[in-house]
């Protein structure tokens, strides 16, 4: 065993998928996996980038997640 199955056994993928449902009905695409990374590419803008980054921050205070 290595540290991705304590990962595993230690994540809440009903949180994840809430909180993946959030960002899709906001038009942002995640990765469908929390144990996948986000990437930027040149193709977002920084309004993208910002957008994102405040609709991450909202979702966090709404569930009492810290950031």
Known sequence: RGLGDVYKRQADTGAFAR???????????VSPSQFEAMFVSAAHTEEM??????LIREYGKRHAILL
Request: proline share 0%; glycine share 18%; net charge negative.
């Open 19 to 29: 909180y993946f449902g959030w960002m899709l009905e906001k038009g942002v695409y």
């Open 49 to 54: 980038i910002g957008m994102t980054c405040d």
